[in-house]
C-alpha cells in the first residue's frame, strides 16, 4: 500500500536540488515541492525533529551542523508507492520505516553528502520521514492546516486539494481564445507577484516551441509560487503522449473559472497548452461555478 | 420524446459497474422534458465520471452541470440554452434521507446486488428488482402522502402488479421501522418568529443559488412562473 512522504533537503544541499528531484523522480511520484525561509533556525530544527522517534536530546548533537548551513530548506513530498516496510533500531528506537526511503535517502547522501579525508560525513544533506504521520506534522508546520489530506483528491472530477470546496461544475466547449492563466512574475521564488496571461503568452505555450522558456520559468519559482513539480522532461513526455479526457483520464477536465466573460484556468495549463498548440480551436473544460 | 442522450453507451459502460435504477418510468428511454432518473452505486465518483464522459459530446448545444449535494448525493442536469432542465441523473451511494421511517442501511446494498438486468432495444440497464422496487415504492408513499396526495400511485403501482405479497411485508418489516410519534407541543412565541426568519432565510438561499447557478434572468421567469 502507498504512503506519503518527505524529504528535507537542507541548506547545505540545495545547491544539489535539481539532480535530488531528477533522482527522487525516478523513484518516486513528486507531489509538492516548497521552499521555506527558517527565521529560527533551533527552533525549526526542533520542530522537524519532534515528529521523530527518538528523543530530541539524542538527535541534538547529530544536527548541530545545521545551525551553521544557509538559513533555507526544501521540502519535497512524495507518494512512495512501494514503501517495503520493516522495523529498525532496538529497544526504545525501535520503529518502522520504508526500506525503499532508507536506501534512496543513503543514496542520496552518498552522492551529495560532504566528504571529509574521502569519508562520508554525518552532515546530512537531507532528512526523510519514516511515516506518514511525520508527514502530516510537517504540512501542518508548514501552515497547511489540512496536513495530509491535501492530497486527497475529490475523483469524480478529478480536482486539485486547492479546488476541493466546490460543489457546482459545468462541463462546457469554450473557444481557446478566451483562456487566460495567472502567470508567476517577479526576480524570483521570494518576489514574485500573479499576472493574468492569455493562454498563448503564457511560458507554457511558448515553451512547446522553444523549451528553455519553460525550463527557465520552473528553475525561476519552482518551490515558491510553484509547488507542482514539473520540469522539462515531464512536460515533453506529456506533450508527446497526450491525449485529453480519454483512457484512464476521462475525467481529468482542465478546471476553469469565469470571470469577466474570461475562463481562467486553475488547474491544466499544460494540457491547455499543449491542446492549443496542437491547433484546437475549441476544447471542452470544467467550469467550477 | 425522442432522446438525444445516448443511454446506450451510458449504461453500456457502466456495465461493470455495482449500480442500480430505482423507479425507472417504464416508457424509459423514452422520456418527458424535464424528467429524472434515479440511481443507487457504491462508487458514486466513477459512475459520475463515466456519465459525464458519455455526456462530453452534447456540449455543443447543452449545458451539463454536476452539483455535489454531499459526498453521497450528486446530480447531473443536462440543460436547455435557456436553463430548462431537459433530464437529471440522480446519483447516490448511500439512501436518501427519510424523515418518517427509518430504513436499514443494508436495504440499500440488497437494492444494488439484488438488481435484474432489463433489455433496452441492443442493451441492458440494471434495475431494481421487484420485491425493492415495492418497498421503495411504499417508502416513498410513506415520506410524502401527507403532503403530496398524489404518491398514492405508488400504492396503485404495489397493488396493480400484485406486489403485496407475504415475501413484500416480510421484508418491509425487516428493512424498516416507523419513527416513534411525538406529543404535539404548544410552540413558543420565540420558536414562531425563529421558524418565520428561519423560513425567509431559506427562501434568500434558494433565490441566490438559483441566481448564482442559472443567471438572474431565469431566477425572475422561475419566480415569475411560481408567483
Known amino acids: ?22 533522482y527522487t523522480d525516478e523513484k518516486f511520484e513528486i507531489l509538492k515541492v516548497k521552499r521555506h525561509k527558517i527565521k529560527n533556525v533551533k527552533k525549526f530544527i526542533k520542530d522537524v525533529y519532534s515528529f521523530d522517534y527518538a ?47 532508507k536506501s534512496f535517502k543513503e543514496f542520496l547522501r552518498d552522492k551529495f553528502n560532504p566528504y571529509e579525508n574521502n569519508k562520508r560525513t554525518h552532515n546530512h544533506i537531507i532528512h526523510a520521514t519514516d511515516n506518514p504521520t511525520q508527514t502530516h506534522c510537517l504540512l501542518k508546520l508548514l501552515g497547511f492546516k489540512e496536513g495530509i ?6 475523483k469524480f472530477i478529478k480536482l486539485p486539494y486547492y479546488l476541493k470546496g466546490y460543489k457546482n461544475f459545468e462541463i462546457k466547449k469554450i473557444d481557446m481564445n478566451n483562456l487566460y492563466a495567472n502567470i508567476v512574475k517577479g526576480e524570483n521564488w521570494e518576489i514574485f507577484e500573479l499576472e493574468l496571461t492569455s493562454l498563448d503568452k503564457t511560458p507554457h505555450y511558448l515553451g512547446i516551441q522553444n523549451i528553455e522558456v519553460y525550463q527557465n520559468y520552473i528553475d525561476k519559482f519552482l518551490g515558491g509560487p510553484l509547488t507542482d513539480y514539473y520540469n522539462s522532461k515531464r512536460y515533453q513526455k506529456l506533450i508527446n503522449n497526450f491525449q485529453y479526457l480519454q483512457g484512464n483520464f ?19 495549463l499544460h494540457r491547455a497548452s499543449i491542446l492549443y498548440s496542437q491547433g484546437h480551436k475549441e476544447i471542452i473544460v470544467c467550469q467550477v461555478l | ?47 459520475v465520471s463515466l456519465i459525464l464522459f458519455n455526456l462530453n459530446e452534447l456540449t455543443y448545444s447543452y449545458k451539463i452541470q454536476l452539483t455535489k449535494k454531499n459526498e453521497t448525493h450528486f446530480y447531473i442536469d443536462i440543460l436547455e440554452k435557456n436553463g430548462d432542465i431537459y433530464f437529471r441523473f440522480d446519483l447516490y451511494s448511500t439512501l436518501p434521507k427519510y424523515y418518517n421511517l427509518n430504513i436499514k442501511e443494508s436495504f440499500f446494498y440488497a437494492c444494488v446486488y439484488e438488481s435484474q438486468k432489463k433489455k433496452i432495444d441492443d442493451y441492458f440497464i440494471k434495475v431494481v428488482s421487484d420485491e425493492n422496487e415495492a418497498i421503495l415504492r411504499y417508502i416513498e408513499y410513506h ?13 396503485d403501482y404495489i397493488l396493480e402488479n400484485r406486489l403485496n405479497n407475504k415475501s413484500f411485508f416480510d421484508r418491509l418489516h425487516y428493512f424498516i421501522a416507523f419513527n416513534e410519534t411525538l ?45
Request: overall charge positive; glycine content about 4%; proline content about 3%.
Open chain 1, 55 to 101: 528523543p530530541f536530546w539524542h538527535l541534538k548533537d547529530k544536527t548541530k551542523y545545521l545551525l551553521k548551513v544557509p538559513k533555507e530548506a526544501v521540502f519535497i513530498f512524495i507518494k512512495n508507492l512501494n514503501p517495503d516496510e520493516d522495523y529498525f533500531g532496538e529497544g526504545k528506537f525501535r520503529h518502522k520505516e520504508s526500506k525503499t526511503l
Open chain 2, 1 to 47: 420524446m425522442s432522446s438525444i442522450i445516448n443511454f446506450k453507451n451510458i449504461f453500456s459502460n457502466l456495465e461493470n459497474e455495482f449500480y442500480v435504477i430505482i423507479k425507472l418510468n417504464p416508457s424509459f428511454p423514452i422520456f418527458t422534458k424535464g424528467s429524472d432518473i434515479d440511481i443507487f452505486c457504491f462508487d458514486i465518483d466513477k459512475v
Open chain 1, 149 to 154: 489530506k491535501i492530497f486527497e483528491e475529490d
Open chain 1, 250 to 268: 476521462i475525467n481529468n477536465y482542465i478546471i476553469v473559472k469565469k470571470i469577466d466573460n474570461k475562463f481562467i484556468i486553475l488547474d491544466g
Open chain 2, 143 to 155: 415520506e410524502w402522502y401527507s403532503s403530496r396526495p398524489d404518491k398514492i400511485k405508488h400504492i
Open chain 1, 1 to 22: 500500500m502507498d504512503r506519503i512522504d518527505t524529504i528535507i533537503v537542507w541548506g547545505h544541499g540545495i545547491q544539489y536540488l535539481n539532480d535530488i528531484l531528477k
Open chain 2, 183 to 227: 406529543e404535539c407541543e404548544k410552540k413558543s412565541f420565540f420558536k414562531n418568529w425563529f421558524e418565520f426568519f428561519e423560513g425567509y432565510l431559506n427562501k434568500i438561499k434558494i433565490v441566490y443559488n438559483y441566481i448564482k447557478t442559472r443567471g438572474l434572468k431565469a431566477t425572475l421567469i422561475k419566480i415569475k412562473e411560481k408567483l
